[in-house]
């Protein structure tokens, strides 16, 4: 026998624990898809439209698989599961409250939201069955937008960004007028601008249906002050962004008028609401940094920071409100290194 052959074979395997981006990850999609398990299984009970039915189910089915992948990667790490959110518990047997359109912009909202929160998880992921896991999730997530905009679409409801004349050149920026001043005219808005535009204003306008169907039927007046004052916020956005176009003659995203019912009895917990106005604040507060970000013209500058200032209040006030409640689950902390070395 060679040297080779008398050593012994290296043992490669070895635990690979979790890093902290990737227990973040895990953490915060667990509290969503056990939400999405109770919200879509709730709207699995009224909806009509074999086509809509088709997709939910999909979505619904897609959720419950994910937590139940994360429930064993939890219990493998030896973590402590998350409590989430659980059928017939933050769950009730209520009349509709959402028609079937609003069902299907509202899955449609979850492909897009899936989307973007999937890829920060796998850019954030180390190891490879996570990072497996994340692109599986972010994968479905394609599907589920597309399906759910190919229904759009065949049905008349999906609401398209305005259009503008095709460019026939291209340009560079000569003067620093394009950023503009404080004063005085603006040059038009560029297609950048008028997508950050449109997106934020069909994104208020989901967000204004579900926060009054949510003012309706909340448990507590509370809880129904602060729909309320959560519809009448979106609902100023989608006025603001709308007039921004329209001062420039550029069609505004068409008005989506998709109502709750007059149901006052509610399909959810009080705690489960306030959680979905909460991952609602966090995503349009994201959507604002992106679009202030994009945006050259200090006009839309302004309007974003202090749209975002707004949102931030609210969702403090929320926040306050979910303490008191003990409706706040708490992600994982890193040590307190200053405590541990006091006797």
């Known amino acids: 026998m060679t040297p080779a052959q008398l050593q012994p074979a290296l043992q490669t395997e070895h635990k690979v624990e979790l890093t902290s981006a990737e227990i973040a990850s895990l953490w915060t999609s667990y509290l969503s898809d056990t939400l999405a398990v109770c919200t879509i299984g709730s709207y699995l009970k009224h909806v009509e439209d074999p086509e809509i039915r088709s997709i939910l189910e999909f979505a619904y089915q897609l959720s419950q698989t994910h937590v139940q992948k994360m429930q064993t990667f939890f219990k493998e790490g030896n973590i402590p599961i998350p409590d989430g959110f659980q059928e017939g518990i933050d769950t009730y047997q209520a009349p509709r409250l959402y028609t079937d359109d609003f069902y299907l912009f509202y899955i449609e909202n979850i492909g897009k939201v899936g989307m973007r929160q999937y890829t920060m998880a796998l850019s954030n992921s180390a190891r490879s069955d996570i990072s497996q896991y994340f692109m599986e999730c972010l994968n479905e997530s394609v599907q589920i937008f597309n399906r759910s905009t190919d229904a759009l679409l065949a049905k008349g409801t999906f609401i398209r960004a305005p259009y503008i004349p095709s460019p026939t050149t291209k340009e560079y920026v000569q003067k620093n007028s394009y950023f503009n001043t404080w004063f005085g005219p603006h040059r038009p808005l560029n297609v950048i601008e008028i997508s950050g535009l449109y997106f934020n204003l069909t994104q208020n306008q989901l967000g204004r249906s579900l926060l009054m169907g949510f ?19 979106a609902d ?97 902390l890193a040590p307190d290194r200053n405590k541990l070395a006091k006797p």
């Open 215 to 233: 003012s309706q039927t909340a448990g507590s007046q509370q809880i129904r002050d602060y729909m309320l004052r959560g519809r009448n916020i």
């Open 236 to 332: 100023k956005h989608v006025e603001l962004f709308g007039s921004m176009l329209s001062q420039e003659f550029i069609p505004s995203a068409s008005v989506w008028d998709t109502l709750p019912t007059n149901s006052t009895l509610p399909p959810f917990s009080d705690k489960m609401m306030m959680f979905q106005v909460s991952a609602l604040n966090a995503s349009g507060i994201a959507h604002y940094g992106t679009s202030l970000g994009m945006s050259a013209r200090k006009d839309l500058s302004t309007h974003y920071i202090r749209l975002t200032a707004e949102v931030l209040a609210f969702a403090e006030d929320g926040a306050e409100i979910m303490i008191e409640h003990g409706w706040m689950e708490q992600p994982p």
